[in-house]
């Protein structure tokens, strides 16, 4: 694949001489994302193969970002990553092929034709997107229309550095092993060998055995074997921390945009900053600004202006546990408050206002609600022990708009000493954030 020809190798290109009946010549910008279907018509996509594409498109276009500012951390960082799912997977989705695999193509090709053979296959090299490249240029499964002359040359039998394959069977046993070692630490103690004890061959030695009786015991061994070693106390336990909202990952997040759910008229999905660093769990690289993301899905839709959702600060719950919501992942919550609502009564019938961190405060930056700081929050809530749902009825507006904690509303934190019974939620600089109007409302 020449270097002069990259044009005829971008992705759209590519697509338009493949797949002409799928794609549009007179399309400028397709839909990439619900391309899949349309050029692999016999293929079955779900929701989660959806959700697959959509990271790994967005991943070439972070990728696309970091080439252009020259980023060799995060050019790296993305690399890796591919290299490392790939590693277990024919393509992106497992078997299945789908535009994301064209896309990581159409991007990585180029620059695995200027690798050298240490590069890509060494030791630190990347064979599994050596080997997909191959692969996806060459498989009748996406018989991709490429000239000989364009294709990346690739001997797949000049691997400087192989790595030890991981057996499954081999590594479920390891586990299991350790788990058990774990949990018994004596099981794996080697028995002593008793020596004589074995059963007797001959049956005359048998009865003469069993004649003479049990073997003599020496008197002082015997007395040494009694004497137990005194049991050493038991350190006491350390006290339980005391419950606290600081358990709760509050941060200042920037909605770098929001559109309408796809398949949900009542969602809203927000590409969001908070802050993470790049290769974080649950996020993607924006292909727009190359920054970190998390998408949010929220049922917003209706209740806040869509222009309201654009370019702004919001305060973000970021340690629940990612959910699925009509086909999208949801990594995060935006903290809104609305009037409360007595048992029965539509809780979500509004008015609804976001929450208000200080403009110029940093994306990522902490939040906590003032005398219930201490600790760091978990790094993921665990829905079985209920924390949100037990520290939440306590989130409220004030009467000077201020969002604040409650905690009386909250059993488990109006007995504590030395608590304020209302705790302004500020920013680690000391900004109070706040609403626009409603006083006195639940915040969620």
Not at 361 to 372: D, L, N, S, Y
Request: aromatic share 4%.
């Amino acid at each position: 694949m020449a270097t002069a020809a990259a044009p005829e190798s971008s992705l759209l290109s590519l697509l338009y001489r493949s797949y002409p009946a799928a794609i549009s010549p007179d399309a400028t910008e397709p839909d990439y994302l619900h391309a899949s279907p349309k050029i692999f018509p016999t293929v079955n996509f779900g929701e989660a193969d959806d959700a697959e594409i959509k990271h790994w498109l967005n991943a070439v276009s972070g990728l696309k970002a970091a080439q252009a500012t020259n980023d060799q951390a995060v050019i790296g960082n993305i690399l890796a990553q591919v290299n490392t799912h790939l590693a277990s997977r024919t393509t992106l989705l497992g078997a299945k092929p789908s535009v994301a695999d064209i896309a990581v193509y159409a991007l990585l090709a180029p620059m695995v034709e200027k690798w050298s053979p240490e590069e890509r296959t060494g030791e630190k090299g990347y064979h599994h997107i050596v080997r997909h490249v191959d692969f996806v240029q060459n498989s009748n499964l996406f018989s991709l229309q490429i000239p000989e002359e364009e294709k990346v040359a690739i001997d797949v039998n000049d691997v400087k550095f192989v790595p030890k394959p991981i057996d499954p069977k081999e590594e479920k046993e390891r586990k299991k092993r350790e788990k058990t070692n774990a949990l018994n630490p004596d099981a794996t103690a080697e028995k002593p060998l008793v020596v004589g004890k074995g059963k007797p061959e001959n049956p005359a030695e048998a009865a003469a055995e069993a004649a003479a009786g049990p073997p003599k015991t020496n008197k002082k061994e015997k007395k040494e074997k009694k004497e137990k070693q005194p049991k050493q106390p038991k350190a006491p336990a350390a006290p339980a921390a005391a419950p606290s909202p600081s358990i709760i990952d509050l941060r200042v997040g920037h909605i770098l945009r929001a559109i309408n759910h796809p398949n949900a008229d009542s969602l809203y999905v927000s590409t969001i900053d908070c802050g993470d660093a790049p290769g974080s769990e649950n996020t993607s690289l924006d292909e727009e600004t190359g920054k970190t993301v998390r998408t949010v899905c929220s049922g917003l839709n209706g209740l806040v202006p869509l222009e309201e959702m654009q370019g702004r600060k919001i305060v973000a719950v970021c340690n629940l546990k990612p959910v699925t919501m009509r086909g999208i992942k949801s990594a995060a919550m935006v903290l809104a408050a609305s009037p409360r609502v007595a048992e029965g009564e539509d809780s979500h019938a509004g008015p609804v206002e976001l929450v208000n961190p200080p403009a110029d405060a940093p994306a990522g930056e902490r939040i906590t609600f003032q005398g219930w700081s201490e600790g760091e929050p978990e790094k993921q809530l665990n829905p079985k022990k209920k924390v949100w749902e037990t520290f939440q009825p306590g989130f409220t507006t004030t009467d000077e708009l201020e969002v604040a904690f409650d905690s009386s509303a909250v059993p488990v934190a109006k007995e504590q000493e030395g608590k304020p019974a209302i705790g302004k939620l500020v920013t680690a600089s000391g900004v109070v954030c706040t609403v626009k109007s409603l006083k006195n409302a639940t915040v969620r």
